[in-house]
């Protein structure tokens, strides 16, 4: 192999960056868009390698000379986009939207937002979508490898020429294994961070490696059937693989084999060669590295500005608008950079670290200050702090997949008298804590909070997709029955959600984007239940079990009906209008009917439950639907917002229901005789 420039392998990376900018734009053809990645880390070690691997044969290799070309080659344009970023949220971000672009641009400009990523978000999460610097996690990677692979090379040259393809295979080998066994047992770890991606990265050195040493000189049938097939791999993979595909694995296999057929097998005198080497494709080819920066930006930024969801023919044209500007900044910011007639070697360090520590502390600043709220004024300030105006014991006191808690563990209030007051349900059900124990802090009680995210609260109930449902609920069951102390237990669980296995859609352009969690029990055999009647019906009978046990063991207990789902993130929405200067002419609010008919199989199924003396049963939406607007659901009272995000209560809202719960309680007569005692004692 000589060093002779291939228009092909160009052509290659623009097949690698067209189908990601489709994947995150949302079209469902290219459900397993994602994999254009792993074509750039395959092109990349193969390219990089191929001049490492000459320059050691010829014996003019420098780390200093690599270390200067990759940052010639990665800074300028990742500088250019860091900036238009900043700006652009200074304008557009919200005080959390911003401190999380600050913390990312640090872990950007350190090289390591792959394990920022992995720590924080999910690729796949709905949050991940308005993350700007969310795609750099790859660039992490393959500056990362090659911290070492050339430091590697070298130590390992010093023993031998002929033993550099061996070892690197064996690392090969040993990445794809660690991959495979990271799929299954650490699947984010594993999407994310390099010992798992290094395979791929070195199929393309291997490639370089073996063509430098090897003539490949097929037949013309072999070429074209080599690369027609590398080609179909690769659209395979592109078209059928989604999010549930365990990545990177052996499946991954499939496109890295295709772009490594590509790359053996592909010129300028067979089909696919000539194909890759059109202009258009060598010329999207060439801006690649540059539209890969900036397509996420573009995209996230819209989705802040647009506040409804973005059609695909805007996705379209944003994806174009990406295409241009990485256009103008390959020829503007990344050409100019790379020619040493322009700027020399010390300016490229100097500049490059400069650039890196201001971005660092523009970072640690906009983290430490929380977005810096004061670039923003008082009111659309105020509507972003009822973003995180969730109860203070949220995070440490819930339960989640991987973290739950023990009984024993329980977070506990108003350590008083033997009184106490448990409120158990999912995330719904932790806004009411605080309220509940400011409530009954006078009474002498105390109050417990039994919370497990998407765990809706009924012994004997599991979700076949998350067993440590099932255990809490019935520790927490086994905890009430054993503990005569418990006098009142609130239940609230979001089961509109887990009976229809959707989140909410209002039908006006609120459209929920957190994962839905589908309410799938086990039957009497330990199979999961699939059909929807009997699974919706066995949810039903077990809560009403549940229900009858708390009642004839003396507790009074208060089932709370499903909190209307809004849709939109209530306070980010009212926010953004404000800072874009929106007017709104009526309040925000949604449909009754869309409620009615969201939670119809859930009010079924609580409606079932039989009365008892000691059950209270508790409705939000007459609070909050029908009464401030005719047919509507409100989500604020005047300036108050009755909700955090599209369906978690507010602490105003939680405090709002609380206090009608506590009025119907006293209507039954519940807390007479607390009250009286309490009366008494004060005199």
């Not at 449902?469 to 609130?490: I, K, T």
């Amino acid at each position: 192999m000589t060093t002779t420039y291939r228009p092909e392998v160009d052509g290659l990376r623009a097949v690698a960056v067209i189908p990601v900018i489709l994947f995150h734009a949302g079209f469902e053809w290219f459900s397993g868009g994602y994999v254009g990645v792993d074509i750039f880390f395959v092109v990349s070690g193969y390219l990089i390698t191929g001049i490492i691997y000459g320059e050691l044969l010829s014996g003019n290799f420098s780390i200093i000379n690599f270390y200067e070309r990759r940052a010639r080659r990665i800074l300028p344009a990742l500088f250019f986009v860091s900036i238009a970023c900043l700006v652009t949220a200074w304008l557009w971000m919200l005080p959390e939207e911003f401190q999380n672009l600050s913390e990312s641009l640090v872990a950007v400009n350190l090289f390591v937002s792959n394990i920022y990523f992995w720590q924080d978000s999910g690729y796949f999460a709905g949050p991940a979508e308005m993350e700007p610097f969310l795609h750099t996690w790859s660039l992490a990677v393959e500056e990362q490898f090659y911290v070492f692979f050339p430091l590697f090379m070298l130590l390992v040259w010093r023993f031998g020429r002929g033993l550099l393809l061996g070892v690197i295979a064996l690392g090969f080998v040993a990445s794809l294994a660690l991959a495979e066994y990271g799929s299954v047992h650490h699947p984010s770890a594993n999407f994310f961070l390099l010992p798992t991606r290094a395979w791929e990265l070195l199929a393309g050195a291997i490639l370089a490696i073996y063509m430098h040493d090897h003539s490949v000189r097929p037949s013309s049938r072999t070429s074209n059937v080599a690369g027609a097939l590398g080609l179909g791999l690769i659209l395979y993979a592109i078209f059928s693989f989604d999010e549930s595909t365990p990545f990177p694995s052996l499946w991954a296999v499939i496109p890295i084999l295709g772009t490594s057929l590509i790359i053996l097998y592909a010129n300028g005198t067979n089909v696919i060669g000539r194909l890759l080497s059109l202009k258009p494709v060598v010329g999207i080819g060439l801006i690649s590295y540059s539209a890969y920066l900036w397509h996420q930006p573009v995209f996230v930024f819209a989705r802040e500005r647009s506040l409804n969801p973005i059609s695909h023919v805007d996705y379209i044209l944003f994806s174009i608008l990406s295409l241009l500007l990485a256009w103008f900044s390959w020829r503007y910011v990344e050409q100019p950079f790379r020619s040493r007639k322009n700027f020399t070697r010390p300016q490229i360090f100097k500049a490059g670290l400069a650039m890196s520590c201001l971005m660092i502390g523009i970072g640690l600043y906009g983290s430490y200050s929380k977005g810096i709220p004061w670039r923003l004024d008082d009111d659309v300030e105020r509507l972003a702090e009822v973003r995180s105006d969730q109860d203070i014991n949220s995070g440490s006191c819930q339960s989640q997949p991987g973290d739950m808690r023990s009984i024993d563990e329980i977070c506990e209030y108003n350590d008083k008298g033997p009184g106490t007051v448990v409120v158990w349900g999912d995330s719904q059900a932790t806004p009411l804590v605080g309220p509940v124990a400011e409530r009954v802090d006078a009474l002498g009680m105390k109050v417990k909070q039994f919370v497990y995210t998407n765990c809706l609260p009924i012994a004997g109930y599991t979700r076949s997709d998350e067993p440590e449902c099932g255990r809490f609920n019935n520790d927490a069951m086994e905890y009430l029955l054993g503990n005569d102390d418990v006098e009142l237990v609130v239940m609230l669980g979001r089961y509109p959600m887990q009976f229809e296995g959707e989140t909410f859609n209002n039908g006006e352009g609120g459209i929920e984007t957190d994962r839905a969690v589908h309410a799938v029990p086990f039957d009497a055999a330990g199979d999961s239940m699939t059909d929807d009647y009997r699974r919706v019906e066995a949810v039903g009978e077990l809560l009403q079990a549940t229900v009858d046990k708390l009642v004839n063991d003396g507790k009074q207990v208060v089932l709370i009906y499903p909190v209307p789902e809004v849709g939109w993130n209530v306070p980010y929405l009212l926010a953004k209008e404000k800072l874009y200067g929106i007017e709104r002419t009526s309040p925000l609010s949604t449909s009754y009917d869309v409620f009615k008919e969201r939670a119809a199989s859930a009010y079924q199924q609580l409606s079932k439950v039989a009365p008892h003396d000691g059950l209270l049963k508790i409705e939000p939406a007459r609070l909050f639907c029908d009464t401030y607007l005719p047919g509507r659901c409100a989500t604020q009272v005047e300036e108050n917002i009755l909700y955090y995000d599209n369906n978690h209560l507010s602490q105003f809202g939680a405090s709002v229901l609380v206090e009608h719960v506590f009025h119907e309680m006293r209507s039954k007569g519940w807390l007479s005789d607390k009250e009286l005692k309490l009366s008494l004692l004060s005199e």
